[in-house]
């Protein structure tokens, strides 16, 4: 490649350039614009709520228990009148709620564990993945429960645990990154220059981590909502009165032979939302993940 | 300026380099030739502190390798590497990567240095900002040499500089450390496969063949034929 | 050149879709060659190796290709369909390829890979013939010790063993071409000329046609008949080997100064200056 493209002026057109460019390759996915859109419509549910509900979704209506969808309750009402619709939007931001604290949370320390341990080997590796592997061992929503239990239930209390059993595959999956990384010739070069290896960790080897990292975030989103819905659903998650989505569908199900949308409409909404993160997910992994971006 | 004395390097089991010793003079182009899996690689690596189990000396410009902080032996010796392609991070634009070095020494008037540098391997201001991706293979490896060259080192290490490119630019690439080396007043340890860049760039080289020294020529000796061993023979009939 | 060439190209071009447009890497090739040892030469980028890729048929997806005619030992290679393409490149074409790490299976046996390489071409083999005719090859490619290295897997052999096997494989099918894009490029310089007089012998001996595709002129020039010079997807000029040092084009020239040698003159290597009108004229 001999001729080269105008030249940039600034650091800021550099990046912008490389953006436009992501950009570009992103909007020739059509499910992954998909499933952006769909993401984007949660968040726009979560921050919007009060102006789309249609009905407060706290206020109880004994007369109108269990009624059908019809034109005042777009998708019924529940087993004590209160509007579905409205309550799935509401649910929208603890959905949000959890998600976003769960990651925010857990792919920083399993990438700060996973970067320690692959770049320094040796004890700390083994002592790190060791820990990593106990945690991998037990399943996750059985791990979740655990923690809930000790905790005590509501949806903080969830998050944290979902946290504690979310965070081990990040470190598995940067260490992996880190041990090809560590011994590349860009790493090499500033270590030859002096740099400590703090500096090398989390300016060089954490950078080239956080695209397979922002990847798997995205598919965990998915996995995140189900297990959070799955201890809504038992109980343990969000306390009534929240109109959690999980915990919907566990009162739902008492009446699911007989009014079936009250069970099925937060379903459907879970259903949806973890379809568009895995969506996103894929098309972020076809975009990011560096094995596949060479054989582009 | 750089004497390395009885060196053995071990990786696990294997012995990569065997009791190997040689000294370049201040100034001095030197050569090490040999095959994959000669070794020849892997004295510049040691020489650096990028391998852990060796024994025997190293010394570069009077500072012990073993004991002597990679920050001040990064003053005085810097590293290219073969591959251009792998040595940039692909994150960095270029005028990141070559003001890296500085940042971590903490120098001052890096911008300007930057600047200048670019100016010296001869690419215009424009580089700074962009990406390793965005550049040819030629222009990569210059943006590494530059890289090298700032913390302004006496010593360059150069491990097969020009192998990963196409003929025409390796040339262009070779000329230019023939410039740097006389404008900077640098020495050079190149270490190559092909006899023929050796004998262009260096005054002496090694040859080196299953992790020993061979034997050790000026470059007058080799053109004259003047060499013992017959892997030497072997090597300037495949050139 | 015999009345009918085993090969024949006319104005080849490939495009890739890329953001700013469609980027033509091969821009108008034309050659056509028989039974003989031809060389192509250029640099990256110059498209030698997409030129070899679209012979064979195993271009990469995203590749735009448009030929005026491709005609292989005269089979239309335009019109024929993809089962009889790929029945050609398992008779009647081999390929082999710069790194034999990558061209070998590396869950199989070597002496497994050649024997399902010689079924393949002629499934009325049997194993035991086509074991035998295995060794045969690899003892005929210069390897020691055949029984040894047919039980070996492709990681405990050298690479210029592997390659050896890649061509014990490849010939093994008497193929009427055979194309080989840089195959001593990852090997070391000792073993290159080995390597490459295996092949030779190969391929005389059964007298295939052969395109050697390098970036490295002095080899080119020492194993093939004819040498044709690309440079940015087109070809440039075409030589007898022999007659290198009588190239005509700058571009040829400026290849050959450019190289250092052992015994070159000290200094400053002449530069090779890139001409705007090589793209055109």
């Known amino acids: 490649m001999t001729e080269v493209a105008a030249a940039p002026t600034s650091m800021r057109q550099a990046r912008a350039r490389e953006w436009r460019s992501f950009v570009r390759r992103f909007s020739r996915k059509p499910l992954g614009v998909m499933g952006l859109v769909i993401v984007l419509a949660l968040v726009f549910c979560a921050i919007f709520a009060p102006m789309l509900a249609t009905h407060d979704p706290y206020a109880i209506s004994l007369p ?28 929208s931001r603890l959905t949000l709620f959890i998600v976003v604290l769960v990651v925010v949370t857990s792919a920083p320390i399993g990438l700060l564990i996973g970067v320690i341990a692959g770049n320094y080997g040796g004890m700390i590796d083994r002592v790190f993945m060791r820990v990593t592997d106990v945690f991998l061992a037990v399943p996750k929503l059985l791990l979740a429960l ?40 860009y790493v090499n070069a500033v270590r030859l220059a002096g740099a400590s ?28 909502i189900l297990t959070a819905a799955g201890l809504g659903f038992i109980g343990l998650g969000a306390q009534p009165p929240l109109p959690e989505w999980g915990a919907m569908i566990s009162t739902g199900r008492k009446f699911i032979f007989d009014q079936w949308w009250v069970a099925t409409a937060p379903g459907f909404a879970i259903f949806i939302v973890s379809l568009a993160f895995n969506l996103l997910g894929d098309a972020l992994r076809d975009l990011l993940d560096p094995h596949l971006r060479q054989r582009r | ?63 012990d390798a073993k004991s002597t902080p990679t920050r001040e032996l990064a003053q005085r010796v810097q590293m290219v590497f073969q591959d251009p392609y792998a040595s940039l991070h692909p994150r960095f634009t270029v005028g990141r990567a070559i003001a890296e070095p500085m940042r971590i020494q903490k120098m001052a008037g890096i911008e300007e240095r930057v600047d200048e540098l670019l100016r010296l391997i001869g690419l215009d201001a ?64 190149i270490v190559s496969h092909n006899l023929a860049v050796i004998s262009h760039m260096c005054d002496r080289l090694m040859v080196m063949q299953d992790s020993r020294a061979v034997e050790v020529l000026t470059r007058e000796q080799l053109r004259a034929r003047e060499f013992s061993s017959p892997y030497t023979r072997k090597l300037l009939e495949a050139a | 050149m015999s009345a009918a060439p085993l090969v024949s190209i006319e104005n080849l071009r490939i495009a890739f879709e890329r953001d700013a447009g469609p980027v033509e890497a091969v821009r108008g090739v034309s050659f056509e060659f028989g039974r003989e040892r031809l060389g192509i030469v ?36 335009t ?4 089962r009889t393409r790929r029945k050609l490149r398992g008779e009647r074409m081999g390929m082999i390829l710069q790194d034999p790490k990558f061209s070998l299976n590396p869950v199989l046996r070597v002496g497994t890979q050649i024997v399902e390489s010689i079924r393949i071409g002629d499934p009325r083999v049997s194993r035991r013939a086509a074991r035998l005719k295995a060794l045969e090859t690899l003892e005929a490619v210069q390897i020691r010790n055949p029984e040894r290295v047919f039980k070996q897997y492709p990681h405990e052999v050298s690479g210029g063993m592997g390659q050896r096997v890649m061509i014990a494989m490849m010939v093994v099918r008497q193929p009427a071409l055979l194309i080989a894009d840089e195959p001593t490029s990852a090997l070391d310089v000792t073993v290159q000329d080995q390597v490459m007089s295996i092949l030779d012998e190969a391929v005389g001996e059964r007298g295939m046609g052969l395109m050697l595709i390098s970036h490295d002129l002095r ?26 040092a009588e190239a005509q084009h700058p571009y040829t020239r400026g290849l050959i100064a450019c190289m250092p040698s052992v015994d070159g003159p000290p200094g400053r290597l002449p530069v090779l200056r890139r001409d705007p009108e090589w793209l055109t004229s």
């Open chain 1, 64 to 91: 109108e228990r269990l009624a059908a969808p019809s034109a005042t309750y777009w998708l019924g009402a529940d087993e004590l009148g209160r509007d579905i619709y409205s309550r799935i939007i509401y649910g």
């Open chain 1, 146 to 185: 655990a923690f809930v239990a000790a905790l005590g239930p509501g949806i903080v209390n969830a998050a944290l645990a979902i946290t504690l059993t979310a965070w081990p595959p990040y470190a598995r999956l940067a260490r992996a990154e880190t041990l090809l990384i560590r011994n590349t010739d």
């Open chain 1, 197 to 224: 290896e703090w500096r090398i960790m989390m300016l060089h080897i954490v950078p080239m981590c956080t695209s397979s990292v922002i990847v798997r975030m995205t598919f965990d989103m998915a996995g995140i």
């Open chain 2, 1 to 63: 300026m750089i004497d390395v004395r009885n060196v053995t390097v071990r990786f696990g089991d294997a012995v990569a380099v065997a009791d190997v010793s040689l000294h370049v003079r201040p100034g001095e182009s030197f050569g090490l030739v040999g095959e994959s899996g000669s070794g020849k690689s892997t004295i510049l690596r040691t020489a650096v502190g990028l391998t852990s189990d060796w024994s025997g000396e190293i010394t570069i410009d009077g500072y």
């Open chain 2, 126 to 189: 424009s580089f700074r900002s962009r990406y390793p991706h965005e550049l040819s293979g030629g222009q990569r490896q210059r943006v590494a040499i530059a890289r090298a060259l700032a913390l302004q080192p006496k010593v360059l290490l150069l491990d097969e500089p020009t192998s990963a490119l196409d003929v025409s630019v390796q040339a262009e690439i070779l000329n230019l450390l023939e410039d740097l080396r006389a404008e900077l007043d640098l020495t050079f340890l």
């Open chain 3, 42 to 77: 250029g640099e990256s980028g110059s498209g030698k190796s997409l030129t070899a890729r679209a012979l064979m048929g195993v271009l990469p997806g995203h590749a735009r290709l448009s030929v005026d005619r491709m005609e292989f030992d005269g089979i239309d290679l």
């Open chain 3, 79 to 82: 019109r024929v369909s993809t």
């Open chain 3, 219 to 244: 080899l080119v020039s020492r194993f093939c008949d004819r040498v044709i010079i690309m440079y940015a997807g087109r070809v440039l000029e075409t030589l007898p080997a022999g007659k290198l």
